[in-house]
């Protein structure tokens, strides 16, 4: 979250694609859609059922 609210300064609603697939998953999950409300980024956040999908990730804009 630190890391998304520094960048937010330099680069307002620039588009983050965001992959976790690890352990905590679903805890990093929650504090990611409840976290960066009120950073002006465009974010998009995929678990673990999208690690095999790289070309479709890759195409995401």
């Known amino acids: 979250m630190k890391a998304l609210r520094e960048e937010a300064r330099y680069k307002p609603d620039f ?3 965001i992959l976790i697939a ?4 679903y805890e990093t999950h929650k504090i990611i859609t409840e976290g960066p ?20 990730l890759a195409e995401r804009r």
């Open 15 to 17: 588009p983050v694609l």
């Open 22 to 25: 690890g352990n905590k998953g």
């Open 37 to 56: 409300k009120d950073i002006p980024l465009r974010t998009e956040l995929y678990g673990r059922e999208h690690i095999y999908d790289v070309d479709y």
